[in-house]
């Protein structure tokens, strides 16, 4: 139900019960003054009682009031300017017809995050490494987070770990998850145990074998800051290999959103189904499904999502490497 219709369902059920017990008795018990019980009664008697229902509100008018197209014009003006403040913006923002105070800028750049210059010019920085796949290090410390953009097969590899569960006679299960982040080609693993370094480790030289069978070179990965990702093991490993690794903020999983939502879509598509319909006694009789899975989800499941648009993660990797070959 609407407000509006449980304010309509409380005026006639007052009316109602004053018919049984009285105006007076009824009144009270609603906590309204008879007053307003009277004005309901007149306003039914006259129009029904749908005339009960609360009318809406007129939104109060702000002349003052930006407009959309001001407010997109100031964020415009100040990330292709990040390195102007608020005064020097008015000039620049009078040429395109808006006429604001330097305050009223400011309100609007502190509002989207765009109030330092540092904001701005990791705005600018993100939406460079977006469209031309240029990453620095503004574009990773921007207002928006890591930019998670790549243009590259294995440019950059998010890489995460994510608790199946403890299953009897097997122990607790790990799945430690990669998904690429410009083609979104995904490669898990399944541990029995803790999730040590050593582990992150050697699923390290999975993912790489995983993605030079598809003609692809492991550059980077992005983790958090477990002790799995952190540990001398799995930095030495990197080291070894030459593999850059960025971390994220502390407590900032949506700067990992790519592996992120890869794992609730295994979790959903596959964990909760699987467990219901079969048994799982062993290791192997869940990891072989797992991996059947995952390659289906890498060359026939159709992603939805903004930036895959309907394509597999296999399309956008031969798609990208023709781009280069061209």
Wanted: with cysteine; net charge positive; hydrophobic share 40%.
């Amino acid at each position: 139900m609407t407000p509006a219709q449980i304010i309509h369902a409380r005026r006639t059920a007052v009316l109602e019960h004053a018919a049984r017990v009285g105006v007076t008795a009824a009144c009270a018990a609603a906590g309204v003054s008879r007053t307003t019980y009277y004005r309901w009664v007149r306003r039914a008697e006259r129009y029904g009682l749908a005339a009960l229902l609360p009318k809406d509100r007129r939104p109060p008018a702000q002349p003052n009031a930006m407009s959309p197209e001001e407010v997109s014009a100031i964020l415009a003006e100040a990330v292709a300017r990040p390195t102007l403040g608020a005064r020097q913006l008015v000039d620049h923002l009078a040429e395109r017809g808006v006429h604001r105070s330097a305050s009223g800028v400011q309100k609007v750049l502190r509002r989207h995050r765009l109030g330092t210059r540092r904001q701005r010019t990791a705005a600018l920085a993100s939406i460079t490494a977006a469209q031309d796949g240029l990453l620095t290090d503004a574009a990773q410390e921007g207002p928006f987070g890591f930019c998670l953009a790549a243009v590259d097969p294995g440019q950059v590899v998010s890489v995460d770990t994510f608790y199946v569960g403890r299953l009897k006679g097997v122990g607790a299960v790990w799945q430690l998850t990669a998904v690429d982040v410009a083609t979104r080609w995904a490669v898990v693993r399944l541990v029995v145990g803790d999730k040590t370094a050593a582990v992150a480790a050697r699923f390290l030289d999975q993912l790489s074998a995983a993605l030079a069978a598809v003609d692809v070179t492991l550059g980077s990965v992005l983790s958090d800051n477990g002790p799995e990702f952190t540990g001398r093991a799995f930095t030495d490993r990197l080291a070894e290999r030459g593999i850059t690794h960025h971390r994220i903020p502390p407590r900032s999983p949506n700067h990992n959103a790519v592996c992120e939502r890869f794992q609730g879509t295994v979790l959903a598509e596959f964990y909760r189904p699987h467990f219901h319909r079969v048994r799982v006694d062993r290791l192997d009789e869940l990891d072989a499904p797992l991996q059947a899975w995952t390659a289906d989800y890498n060359r026939r499941r159709p992603n939805r999502g903004h930036y895959m648009n309907g394509r597999t993660p296999g399309q956008v990797l031969h798609q990208l490497q023709t781009r280069h070959t061209a």
